[in-house]
């Protein structure tokens, strides 16, 4: 189900997706990018789109096609300014579609509609965010990037539409899968996802821990040997 269309200043960035409910840090350099924040705080309340672009490297912007389909609506609650850049910290709101871009008063802007949260199955929600948090208890290396208090709250039983995005939001996975959370609207689908996800970093974190013994198995083998050759020929010297 879809709101109104909203179209506000779209604040493209090279790779940071913005979930909601999240609180996030961005500076911004781009001209398009410091003019639709001053945009954003002098015509719409400070509300403003957040969205990626597809190719971090890349300087222009050409049309829809370039930027990931999905986009956060933000509002901005603190701004500094920077010498030849802006740092503002923004908290989520929504999931935005986006129908389309637009470049005016030498700034994108972002038209699209909200994407409300569907309910899912809540006896299946239930068993996922049970999987979820086993996958963290098993492999404590999974939430190295999640900070404590993230972790504790999905403990104490956040609310389930906050559980994938707040998992997503610190996960090492890509731009893509983020905006794979970011644009699924079910709870149990979004929950579903971020465990797979989840057993994938796991599967990848086990391989490291494998690769690494293995590496240091054999490394500890190449210096017993070096000592042991080393041995001999001393003895081989002193005879």
């Not at 971090?56 to 990931?68: F, H, T, V």
């Not at 644009?183 to 391989?207: C, D, G, H, I, W």
């Amino acid at each position: 189900m879809a709101e109104k269309t909203l179209n506000l200043p779209l604040l493209i960035t090279r790779g940071l997706i913005v979930f909601p409910n999240i609180t996030e840090s961005i500076d911004a350099g781009r001209s398009f990018s410091m003019n639709a924040i001053s945009l954003s705080r002098d015509a719409t309340n400070s509300l403003i789109l957040i969205g990626a672009q597809k190719d971090p490297k890349s300087n222009e912007i050409n049309g829809l096609d370039d930027i990931y389909d999905v986009a956060t609506l933000c509002r901005i609650v603190n701004f500094v300014e920077q010498e030849n850049s802006f740092r503002i910290r923004v908290v989520g709101s929504k999931r935005i579609k986006l129908h389309g871009i637009s470049y005016q008063n030498d700034s994108y802007y972002g038209e699209g509609e909200v994407i409300q949260d569907e309910i899912g199955d809540p006896n299946e929600e239930a068993a996922l965010i049970r999987n979820i948090m086993h996958a963290f208890e098993s492999t404590p290396t999974l939430g190295r990037n999640i900070p404590k208090s993230a972790i504790n709250a999905l403990t104490r039983g956040t609310a389930t539409n906050d559980i994938g995005d707040t998992i997503a939001a610190y996960m090492p996975i890509s731009v893509e899968e983020k905006c794979n959370v970011l644009r699924e609207p079910n709870l149990t689908a979004r929950l579903r996802y971020v465990l797979q996800l989840l057993s994938k970093e796991k599967e990848m974190a086990n391989l490291d821990q494998k690769i690494d013994e293995t590496v240091r198995e054999r490394a500890d083998k190449a210096q017993k040997d070096y000592y042991l050759r080393e041995q001999i020929k001393v003895i081989q010297d002193e005879l």
